[in-house]
């Protein structure tokens, strides 16, 4: 099985990466719309998107290290 | 005025121009690789990005590049602010006005945008950070140092693990053991779901919380790293050997050209994670200071 381990971890983390990637695109498409219906209110929702895409990526994060671990 | 902008335009653009000129001047040497067999020679391991070897040890501790680059992002950052605010003067210089915006931009964005009126006491360790960090991942694109030192995990785990301290200790002082209590039996939960909620948060404040603090600011960099070496080094590597491969090494200003696009998105990418750190860092703080929010 060592042979093949590094090629499963790949596929672990591309498969840990699809989640985090829909979210992260989901928070960025809502603070876009968000942003362009209320220009006035751009920072703070920039400041929150940062924030969402940060916590989103936790996931895809774990999955870089497992790939690191295995 | 318009002389002086083109003026500056063209220093930038000489600034980019320069960049390939001397990595063609002076190739990276390709390790063990017999252009002659085959041109696409396989990197040893992708470790050897990140390893530096010793150059000198002061009583047993090896002291290597990546130490000394990180001896000098903080020399920089101190001579910084040093150089901006030694004087303070009504009418700053375009230096002072340009620091006095970026520490206004850590003070009001961050440390009191986020945490509120009290966040102005962790303004320091804020701005620190944010300087700290952001040299340090400007290194990477810094011609002759073309090393993020925040690529090597200890110092964003040294870093993390400084902020997690800060934002444990903070809560405590501030909530007596009703900071811990908050957390693994959270109040605004309905009773059933408190047990399952309060595991939930306990893990994720006190484990995931430093855990990807760190790995979101070190992959980032290892990867524009790894990025920025294959493009730019395959590139100069095709060209350099144009006389083996004849035609072929057309591909390499392809590679080129990439390798220059990621630069200027490494660049964006450098001062991204720099504020995210920073960001999340006064986040932390701030649900400790005010933790039934």
Request: glycine share 10%.
């Amino acid at each position: 099985m060592e042979e093949i381990s590094g090629a499963l971890a790949l596929i672990g983390y591309g498969l840990a990466a699809i989640g985090p990637g829909i979210g992260i695109g989901i928070v960025a498409g809502n603070a876009v719309q968000a942003m362009a219906r209320q220009p006035e209110a751009a920072g703070m929702v920039r400041t929150t998107m940062f924030l969402g895409i940060a916590f989103t990526e936790a996931l895809a994060l774990i999955g870089f290290v497992l790939f690191f671990i295995a | 005025m318009r002389t002086g902008r083109i003026g500056r335009r063209l220093l930038l653009g000489g600034f980019f121009l320069l960049i390939p000129v001397l990595l063609i001047l002076f190739p990276p040497e390709p390790h063990h690789c017999d252009p002659a067999q085959d041109i696409i020679c396989r990197p040893e391991f992708v470790n050897d990005l990140f390893e530096t070897p010793t150059i000198f040890s002061i009583g047993g501790f090896a002291v290597n590049r990546a130490m000394l680059l990180m001896f000098l992002a903080a020399f920089v950052a101190i001579g910084l602010l040093w150089f901006a605010f030694r004087r303070p003067r009504v009418v700053p210089t375009k230096f002072g006005a340009a620091m006095e915006a970026v520490v206004g931009f850590v003070r009001d964005e961050i440390a009191i945008g986020i945490i509120g009126p009290s966040g102005a006491k962790y303004l320091p360790y804020l701005l620190s950070i944010f300087l700290f960090i952001l040299i340090g991942n400007l290194f990477e694109v810094t011609p002759f140092i073309n090393f993020p030192i925040t690529s090597r995990m200890a110092i964003p785990a040294f870093l993390s693990v400084v902020t997690y301290l800060i934002f444990v200790i903070v809560g405590f002082a501030k909530n007596g053991l009703g900071y811990l209590g908050g957390i693994v039996w959270p109040k605004s939960v309905p009773v059933g779901l408190r047990p399952l909620v309060g595991l939930i948060e306990f893990v994720s404040t006190f484990l995931i919380r430093p855990l990807t603090l760190a790995v979101r600011l070190f992959a980032n960099l290892v990867a524009g790293h790894v990025m920025l070496t294959l493009l730019l080094a395959s590139g100069v590597v095709f060209i350099a050997h144009a006389g083996d491969i004849g035609a072929r090494a057309t591909i390499g200003i392809g590679w080129f050209a990439l390798g220059m696009a990621i630069f200027l998105f490494e660049i964006v990418v450098a001062l991204l994670q720099a504020y995210i750190f920073t960001l999340l860092s006064a986040v932390y703080i701030q649900t400790s200071v005010h933790p039934e929010h």
